[in-house]
């Protein structure tokens, strides 16, 4: 690995991840010159969290440059539980539709859980039904989610070997953590999962060759969690007084890693363009399947 020591090399995400958007949008032209269909993603967005805004027209933006159509469903915050199932419901039934993003969190009277699971698994493009994390955890193919299938392409990216590493990741959530076992097991690393009760945290991430946060504790991890030469990937995006701010301590980690990412400017740009290759992954086996 290049760069040891101070020298890390900076594993630039709004590259890769503009990489990606290109290659999908030659592939959703393909596949249209082809004879398929526009993919199109629907959005739905409850509430007026701005944060929550903004991310959803970003998400409209990268589809409009992929040639990915989309509509939006924006509902007012009093909305109830049983309206927004029925809704998602109503957009898995449309066969217009290829992918359906529910922007999460969802106002505090609405059970994030029970309207993923209202998501047709076949279009849920975040990756985040039963289904689709029973496919991915039994080593199956189905729709992986976006920020961790955006973490090994920015190590594949960065020129890091995944068979055989020992890859130690730092967060067990449904969202992250959990499918990047299943991801990085599944190109043949060696896999360890942290979490808030593991013993000597410093001592199990300075076994990794690949080093992956995904805590939400900003600068959590620092030099003495990192092996020399290692690639480190923060996936933390955590808003203090000093503007966004990772898991790790990049200035303090810098000093060890062979490869880093920043925040931000790493994981973050990678989930969007992720969307983007799962929406049309979901148009394709869609188009795949006989009515
Ligand atoms: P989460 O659901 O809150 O999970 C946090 C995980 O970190 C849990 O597994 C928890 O352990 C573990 N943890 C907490 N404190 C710890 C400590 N002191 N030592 C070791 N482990 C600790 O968070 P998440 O949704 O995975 O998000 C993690 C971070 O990634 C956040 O900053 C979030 O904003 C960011 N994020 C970024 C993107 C993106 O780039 N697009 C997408 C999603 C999330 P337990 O399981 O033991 O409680």
Known sequence: M??????????????????????????????????????????????DDPASHVYVANKHKACDAAGIGSVHHELPSETSETDLITLVRAIGDDD?????????PP????????????IDPTKDVDGLTATNAGLLAGGRPGLVPCTPAGVIELLDHSGTGIEGAEAVIVGRSNLVGRPLISLLLGRNATVTAA????????????????????????????AEHVKQGATVIDV????????????INFDSAIEVAGAITPVPGGVGPMTIAMLMANTLAAAKARAAVPN
């Not at 594993?11 to 269909?37: C, N, P, T, Y």
């Not at 217009?96 to 999460?104: E, K, P, R, S």
Request: glycine share 16%.
């Open 195 to 222: 979490h808030s009760r593991t013993r000597d945290l410093a001592g199990v991430c300075r076994r990794a060759d690949i080093l992956v946060a995904a805590v939400g504790v900003p600068g959590l991890l620092g």
């Open 107 to 118: 106002p505090d009277h609405i059970d994030a859980d029970r309207v993923i699971a209202a």
């Open 96 to 104: 217009g539709i290829d992918g359906i993003l529910v922007q999460l």
């Open 2 to 47: 290049e760069g040891q020591g101070l020298s890390a090399k900076i594993i630039d995400g709004k590259q890769v991840s503009s990489e990606v958007r290109e290659r999908v949008a030659g592939e959703v032209a393909e596949f249209i010159a082809g004879g398929g269909h526009r993919p199109v993603l629907a959005t739905v967005l409850v509430g």
């Open 236 to 247: 933390g995006i955590n808003r203090t007084d000093d503007g966004l701010r990772g898991d």
